[in-house]
C-alpha cells in the first residue's frame, strides 16, 4: 500500500495532542510539522495524545 507523506490534524488541542506546537483547537485540517519526513505506517490517538510510527524500524513520535 502506498503511504502517506504528510499528516493533518484538526479539533480540540487542548493539551497539544495534536502535534502543532500549540494549544489552539483547529476547526480545519493543518499539516503537522515535525512528522513532514516520517513515512508514517500508523497513527494511535487518544483523549489527550497521539503517536505516530514510520516505516523505518524503531521510528516513532510521541505527540503528548
Known amino acids: 500500500p502506498k503511504l ?11 493539551h497539544g495532542e495534536l502535534g502543532l506546537g500549540d494549544t ?3 476547526l480545519l485540517p ?3 510539522p515535525g512528522l ?5 505506517q500508523a497513527i494511535i490517538c487518544g483523549d489527550d495524545c497521539a503517536a505516530a510510527i514510520g516505516t523505518i524500524p ?3 513520535v510521541f505527540i503528548l
Open 30 to 32: 493543518a499539516l503537522v
Open 4 to 14: 502517506a507523506t504528510r499528516v493533518w490534524a484538526w479539533g480540540s488541542n487542548e
Open 58 to 60: 524503531s521510528s516513532f
Open 36 to 40: 513532514k519526513k516520517l513515512k508514517v
Open 24 to 26: 489552539e483547537d483547529r
